[in-house]
């Protein structure tokens, strides 16, 4: 089992920043991607940005140049800097991460979200 929370969403005003984390605990060997989604009402889940375990990053046209995505290794993180935040960023985040653990177990555990709402 392996568990994903998600911490640092808020109201924010537009042009303003949040800084999202993601921590991972349970049963962890090792965590290949970790990554962002996000959902607004009436639109489908989609993919934020990521971090591979080398360290590459992918981000959705729609953030690229204001979001930042990075991992803390020895502490099974992800953070998300969000910055000159839009209206239309509003969305419940939600993290993702794609675990190998012990046993010959393997994971792809999803957190509740947190809630990111920007005011216009």
């Known amino acids: 089992q392996v568990q994903l929370v998600e911490s640092g969403g808020g109201l924010v005003q537009a042009g303003g920043s949040l800084r999202l984390s993601c921590a991972a605990s349970?049963?962890?060997?090792?965590?290949?991607?970790m990554a962002w989604y996000r959902q607004a009402p009436e639109k489908q889940r989609e993919l934020v940005a990521s971090i591979s375990s080398d360290g590459s990053t992918k981000y959705s046209d729609s953030v690229k140049g204001r979001f930042t995505v990075s991992r803390d290794y020895a502490n099974n993180t992800v953070t998300l800097q969000m910055s000159s935040l839009k209206p239309e960023d509003t969305a419940l985040y939600s993290c993702?991460?794609?675990?190998?653990?012990?046993?010959?177990?393997?994971?792809?555990?999803w957190g509740r979200g947190t809630q990111v709402t920007v005011a216009s």
């Open positions: 993702y991460a794609n675990v190998h653990g012990r046993w010959g177990y393997q994971y792809h555990p």
């Open positions: 349970g049963n962890i060997a090792r965590i290949n991607t």
